[in-house]
């Protein structure tokens, strides 16, 4: 029964098309975030959620538009993919103030 | 704001050998520290945290961590490295009120020589 699960877990498109990825967590937590992993393994904070209402908005192009239905989803909107765009994406979850996230397998996007 | 620096990109050990990654961080208050490894495609595992008290925190897989203040260090520890322990691994810092916003150091890429 896995806590954090993303779909999908592999994407591979071209420039300027529009794609998705969904997190749904089941861990009863009231925040969720996504986060980006380049190619040197940096990790850097997108987006957060906190009983659907964003809390966290780094400087993120707005080609990225998270929404949350309710505390169990976070999907991930991205339009007009961009080379660039190509990294692991990964969704977490956490209890607010309690600090520990709990972290997805991750979605790669490929842009080609 | 908050910020942690991992000073090592790579470190490669013997099997069998102890281990020490190091992180130093920077935040106001008391920071809210952890140590996640990152294994090949795969997602982000909490191996140890420190909110408070005890300074030396024991994780899984035999791994443990020391929180200094006065050092602003929270290096972590394996005493025998196996080779499974071959990954990436991130320091992390917390701010609680800030959204829960966890900072992570660029990492530490382990190898393990057998």
């Known amino acids: 029964d896995t806590a954090v699960s993303q779909t999908p877990k592999y994407l591979v498109t071209q420039m300027g098309n529009d794609k998705s990825i969904k997190c749904e967590q089941n861990l009863g937590h009231d925040t969720m975030y996504w986060y980006k992993q380049d190619s040197k393994k940096f990790l850097k904070i997108m987006f957060s959620y906190n009983n659907k209402e964003l809390i966290i908005n780094e400087t993120v192009p707005n080609r990225f538009s998270p929404k949350s239905p309710d505390k169990a989803h976070l999907n991930l909107q991205i339009n007009s993919l961009e080379l660039g765009d190509s990294a692991v994406y990964f969704c977490a979850s956490s209890i607010i103030g309690r600090g520990e996230l709990f972290f997805g397998e991750g979605s790669r996007l490929t842009v080609l | 704001a908050q910020s942690v620096t991992q000073p090592d990109i790579h470190i490669t050990v013997s099997e069998g050998a102890s281990l020490e990654l190091r992180c130093n961080y920077s935040?106001?208050?008391?920071?809210?520290l952890f140590w996640y490894v990152q294994s090949p495609g795969q997602g982000l595992q909490l191996l140890l945290k420190y909110f408070s008290g005890d300074t030396l925190v024991q994780g899984i897989k035999g791994f443990e961590a020391e929180f200094k203040r006065s050092q602003s260090s929270f290096n972590l520890r394996k005493p025998s490295v196996h080779w499974s322990d071959a990954a990436e691994y991130f320091c992390a810092v917390v701010d609680t009120g800030g959204g829960n916003k966890l900072t992570f150091g660029t990492g530490t890429q382990l190898k393990v020589e057998l």
């Open positions: 935040y106001g208050a008391t920071p809210y």
